[in-house]
């Protein structure tokens, strides 16, 4: 936490949570007749199972999306040839759309306000003393460490009708009336409310920490400088401290963009993406079409298109990785 | 004389100024720290509400469970939670498939993981980038994205419902990022220490045992514990391949938890305590190093 991280270290952080500061190599090594080999021995049961559970099952994934494949197949191995026609069948599909649009929005909603959450608690710990300074560290860390599927059990204790304490608390606030009753997960906008708070309430402590620790490591005497020049608090942040701290606020925000793309089981466990299919986002749409109606040709094809619109959207930081690809 | 007043003025003014201006910080300081330890306050109340929320569920009496005014702070504490959660379900029998499979691939993954990375940071050869780039790519495919063709491919192979499917599906999604976790352990190992080995006469391998493996211990624990972390929590594959209720692991036990007396949400926060116990105690100990590192770093 000392020290001062360079971009490369804060994204390693992420990735690799808790590995030691790196060091950069002084030179790359030359070539070495017997590297190769080596490296091939060493690598090669990697290599295998990578080829076996990742490359090939992605294969049959482009393969199953240009046939009719369901859940007769699966049984009798039988299935033919559709090419294009689950694609076109998919974007000719009104509720894929809505789906994808929900996602995105859904998705941004939740960048968004875990991102600002995260930075407000993150300015917030720095003006705290030790003490409470710890004790905010140590309840984020319960937050963040909490499964997602017992979180996701909690949330609908916490807002179950009848007897759930979030009802009983907003019942006394009376400016939303009485909603003892009322039913979260029944309602779409209040679903998505729910399910919204229980993803903000994980993602907030990674990005409250990582934007924390890469405050301590901002150059202070700029942010003196300033405020002895009499610049006001707001704008040292978003002009002086913000710009500092910019390439870890992208990692994070990037990364919290891939995972709130995908965010399935808090979906799924507080709504099923219900009511009729309203909170369900492209992740769940694909499960139900490819799991509960088994219809895997088409599921397929919306796993791809997922994955190019996924890649759309993470293309800045992979093309950023590659670029700073010299110790990859 | 009033001339030199208004001379001494303007300076006097510019003196008490910046007296004032230092004393105005200092309050402006206090006053921050007042504010923003309410709003700390305040935040570490709301946070941890939930998790305060099921312990004490877990632990009151079934008949306090469920009333129509909140008990927030429970007079009586019970263990009857625990017991209905563990032995009115199957619990002993999904925590153990949940052992099983978690510890195989782990270690599976972290030995295959050691070996790769040791390829990948050690030595030089052809491809090596485009390795790295694809093995991060793999960790941002969407879950379904691999479950539908493994589903297809094991079910073709007898694989479902049994812990080898599980197994290998955890392999293909914990490997590569066990790969990430620990290269940078490898990397911060100086290159000189081999050089030298080299020049003494070690043979590659005695290099990868006597030398890299002790360096990049702490590595494997830490990756150890995050591809533990992952394969315990994973709910999608684990709820998609194991069709029997006696091959379920623990998150498929926890999401369709009932027991013989139906909704029992007591039983259900005791199950959600059980399931998160271990995984909150693996990332307070991992994670113990970061927040001393925050707390010390303030003090500066």
Sequence with gaps: MNGTPSVETIEGELLT?????????????????????????????TGLILIALVAVPIGFLLFTSVTNFNQRSLFTGEFDLVGIKQYTTVLADKTFWFAMLRTVLFTAA??????????????????????????????????????????????????????????????????????????????????????????????????????????????????????????????????????????????????????????????????????????????????????????????????????????????????????????? | MATTIERRTPMRADTTNNDGGAMKAKRRIRWDRVRSSIAAVVFCIIWFFP???????????????????????????????????????????????SVIVTTISIVVSVMLAFLACAALTLYRFKGRRSIMVTILAIQMLPGTALLIPQFIVFNQFGLLNTYMGLILAYIASVLPFSIWNMRGFFLAIPVDIFESARVEGASEWQILRLITFPLVAPGIISTSVFAFI????????????????????????????STPTGTDFGGQMAASVLFSLPVVIFFMIIQGNMVKGITEGAVK
């Excluded at chain 1, 500061?21 to 030359?30: D, E, G």
């Excluded at chain 1, 998505?192 to 890469?214: F, N, S």
């Design chain 1, 17 to 45: 949570p808790s590995r030691p500061p790196r060091r950069r190599r002084k030179k790359a090594r030359a070539l070495r007749g017997d590297d190769g080999r080596i490296a091939a021995i060493l690598f090669g049961p």
């Design chain 1, 110 to 328: 939740l960048v968004l306000g875990s991102v600002f959450i995260g930075m407000y608690v993150s300015q917030m710990m720095t003006r705290l003393n030790n003490g409470m300074r710890y004790l905010v560290t140590l309840v984020m860390i319960f937050a963040w460490a909490m499964p997602n599927v017992a979180s996701s059990i909690v949330w609908k204790w916490l807002f179950q009708p009848g007897y759930g304490v979030v009802n009983w608390l907003l019942s006394r606030l009376v400016i939303f009336g009485d909603m003892v009753n009322t039913s979260w997960a029944n309602n779409t906008t209040l679903a998505l409310i729910c399910i919204w708070l229980l993803v903000i309430w994980q993602a907030v402590p990674y990005i409250a920490i990582t934007l924390y620790a890469a405050t301590l490591a901002a150059d202070e005497s700029c942010l003196e400088a300033a405020q002895l020049d009499g610049a006001g608090r707001w704008r040292i942040y978003w002009q002086i401290l913000v710009p500092m701290i910019q390439p870890n606020l992208l990692v994070v925000t990037l990364l919290s963009v891939i995972w709130d793309f995908n965010v399935f089981n808090q979906i799924w466990l507080v709504s099923q993406g219900g009511p009729a299919g309203s909170t369900s986002t492209i992740g769940v749409f694909t499960y139900t079409k490819a799991f509960v109606s088994f219809d895997i040709g088409q599921g397929s094809a919306i796993s791809v298109i997922t994955v190019v619109v996924l890649l759309l959207l993470t293309g800045v930081y992979i093309r950023n990785l590659l670029k700073s690809g010299e110790d990859l």
């Design chain 2, 51 to 97: 998790v305060y929320w099921m312990t004490i569920t877990a632990f009151k009496p079934r008949n306090e469970v469920m009333t129509a005014t909140p008990v927030f702070i429970p007079t009586h504490w019970s263990l009857q939670n625990f017991r209905t959660a563990m032995f009115q379900t199957q619990f002993l029998v999904n925590l153990m498939n």
């Design chain 2, 230 to 257: 992952a394969a315990w929590n994973d709910y999608l594959t684990a709820f998609t391949f194991m069709k029997d209720q006696s091959k379920y692991t623990l998150p498929v036990w926890l999401a369709s938890f």
